[in-house]
């Protein structure tokens, strides 16, 4: 069975600087997808980033990348220029392609406080 | 955007109750999900939901629960006798695509059990 593990339970980071979101995950597939959802504190998660494995150039949106390390099944996310805004709560999650397979597998998450 | 709304935001029930958690996913999505997240642990799958049937489970997702598309809008999830162990953050999830399609989420139910 599949499981992500982000080892941050909390991070901080000063305005405009970066910081790095670590998350590993255990698969025996050689496809999936992995994504980085971000839930404020009004709780509704919404999806920051998305993977595709068979890629390897690792995928950017805005101040936001990954760094992703099929061998080592590494998936970490840094956010460049961090504001006020990115406070939340970050989930790294991981998706089978499997036909039938429709869950996505969490972590338990990294809150994220940024300093003014 | 169009977003996935939930009610109730907060739901305190007596062990033993049945509850209904209510969800209306994004209109034109089909495939519909309930997550859960207990304080301090994993968001947990539970169930996927795709032409009015079940199209995945979780162990956790046992005979006490059962999961509805009542009227083409609606999307619910009944838990028939409430534990203490099921308060939890439950949460809708909606998506056009069952593949690498991003989940729109719901803002969450908090189910309190006591």
């Known amino acids: 069975a599949q499981t992500v593990t982000q080892s941050q339970p909390e991070m901080s980071v000063q305005e405009a600087e970066t910081v790095t979101l670590s998350c590993t995950y255990d698969?025996?597939?050689?496809?999936?997808?992995l994504f980085w959802y971000k839930q404020p504190p009004s709780r509704q998660m919404i999806l920051v980033i998305r993977?595709?494995?068979?890629?390897?150039q690792n995928a950017t949106e805005n101040r936001f990348s990954v760094n992703f390390q099929k061998a080592a099944k590494s998936f970490s996310l840094k956010i460049s220029d961090s504001q006020l805004g990115d406070a939340a709560m970050y989930f790294c999650?991981?998706?089978?392609?499997?036909?039938?397979?429709?869950?996505?597998?969490f972590g338990t998450g990294t809150r994220l406080k940024v300093l003014a | 955007e169009p977003e996935v709304t939930q009610t109730p935001s907060h739901q305190v029930t007596q062990m033993g109750q049945e509850v209904i958690l209510r969800c209306v996913p994004i209109?034109?999505?089909?495939?519909f999900y309930w997550y859960r997240q207990i304080l301090g642990q994993k968001v947990e799958f539970l169930v996927s939901?795709?032409?009015?049937?079940?199209?995945?489970k979780s162990e956790i997702f046992d005979d006490q629960f059962s999961v509805e598309r009542p009227d083409g809008s609606n999307f619910t999830l009944k838990i028939r006798s409430t534990k203490l162990e099921d308060s939890a953050m439950y949460f809708c999830?909606?998506?056009?695509?069952?593949?690498?399609?991003?989940?729109?989420f719901g803002s969450g139910t908090q189910l309190s059990v006591l």
């Open positions: 999830a909606s998506s056009e695509y069952p593949t690498n399609e991003k989940l729109f």
């Open positions: 698969t025996s597939e050689s496809d999936y997808y």
């Open positions: 993977q595709e494995a068979y890629k390897q």
């Open positions: 999650a991981y998706r089978s392609p499997l036909y039938g397979t429709y869950k996505y597998i």
């Open positions: 209109s034109n999505h089909l495939y």
């Open positions: 939901f795709y032409n009015n049937e079940i199209s995945e």
